[in-house]
């Protein structure tokens, strides 16, 4: 694979997914500069969840599940659900909180999603760097869509859980809690359906599910932000 397919497969989904964003939020958009800024932070949240990984032996939890798949079945599920899907959420959601707290521009329940959707595709961008060099053809690009895709729609929902009660004057701390809980069980059941081409199907149900959702959401609050 040649270095120019390897960062076209990277860098093309981001910004791709990254003005998609920024369009749906076009009434009241965010900053430019700060969208980059969370993509990069997501990156750098990413790096930082691969080395916590690493450090899972040492309190008796595997850092790679992947034995699990044929004959652990359901240790493999608690495993998604109870520990990638959590570690890996609550990564994600920690520059979300740096984000709350020092970007004024975060005025609405619908920059909850965009944040969240956008330090995703940071956080998808670096765990493709270790995947896609392994690959080639329509795997290669396949995966170089689906993974931001997928990641964004799983943090949607802590991010819209968690903008929404920001702006309410809500508790974060619950809402944080219940959003990452609840992105952590779609994120684990999701991994563990896709390692079965009988379950596949079902994988693609959920994104399905949640996209409807957040597509639902996101038009909701663009019409509210046209009527403001």
């Given at each position: 694979?040649?270095?120019?397919?390897?960062?076209s497969?990277?860098i093309?989904?981001?910004?791709?997914?990254?003005?998609?964003?920024?369009?749906?939020?076009?009434?009241?958009?965010?900053?430019?500069?700060?969208?980059?800024?969370?993509?990069?932070?997501?990156?750098?949240?990413?790096?930082?969840?691969?080395?916590?990984?690493?450090?899972?032996?040492?309190?008796?939890?595997?850092?790679?599940?992947?034995?699990?798949?044929?004959?652990?079945?359901?240790?493999?599920?608690?495993?998604?659900?109870?520990?990638?899907?959590?570690?890996?959420?609550?990564?994600?959601?920690?520059?979300?909180?740096?984000?709350?707290?020092?970007?004024?521009?975060?005025?609405?329940?619908?920059?909850?999603?965009?944040?969240?959707?956008?330090?995703?595709?940071?956080?998808?961008?670096?765990?493709?760097?270790?995947?896609?060099?392994?690959?080639?053809?329509?795997?290669?690009?396949?995966r170089?869509?689906?993974?931001?895709?997928?990641?964004?729609?799983?943090?949607?929902?802590?991010?819209?859980?968690?903008?929404?009660?920001?702006?309410?004057?809500?508790?974060?701390?619950?809402?944080?809690?219940?959003?990452?809980?609840?992105?952590a069980?779609?994120?684990?059941?999701?991994?563990?359906?896709t390692?079965?081409?009988?379950?596949?199907?079902?994988?693609?149900?959920?994104?399905?599910v949640?996209?409807?959702?957040?597509?639902?959401i996101?038009?909701?609050?663009?019409?509210?932000?046209?009527?403001?």
């Amino acid at each position: 694979m040649t270095p120019w397919i390897f960062l076209s497969a990277i860098i093309a989904p981001a910004i791709f997914w990254i003005f998609y964003f920024y369009y749906k939020d076009r009434f009241r958009p965010e900053p430019i500069i700060y969208l980059g800024l969370a993509y990069i932070f997501g990156l750098f949240t990413a790096f930082a969840c691969a080395r916590f990984y690493a450090i899972l032996p040492l309190i008796g939890l595997p850092d790679d599940p992947s034995f699990m798949i044929g004959s652990h079945k359901i240790q493999f599920l608690f495993y998604s659900i109870g520990v990638t899907g959590i570690v890996e959420e609550f990564f994600k959601f920690l520059p979300f909180l740096v984000i709350i707290a020092t970007f004024k521009c975060f005025d609405e329940k619908i920059d909850g999603i965009i944040y969240a959707s956008v330090i995703a595709l940071g956080f998808a961008s670096y765990e493709n760097m270790g995947y896609l060099v392994y690959m080639s053809s329509f795997e290669l690009f396949g995966r170089a869509i689906t993974s931001p895709l997928t990641h964004t729609i799983f943090s949607s929902i802590w991010g819209y859980a968690v903008g929404n009660a920001y702006i309410h004057k809500k508790s974060i701390f619950k809402a944080s809690i219940a959003g990452i809980l609840l992105a952590a069980f779609f994120h684990g059941i999701f991994n563990f359906f896709t390692t079965s081409s009988l379950l596949r199907i079902f994988s693609a149900l959920v994104i399905l599910v949640v996209w409807v959702w957040r597509i639902r959401i996101m038009e909701k609050l663009s019409k509210r932000g046209k009527e403001a």
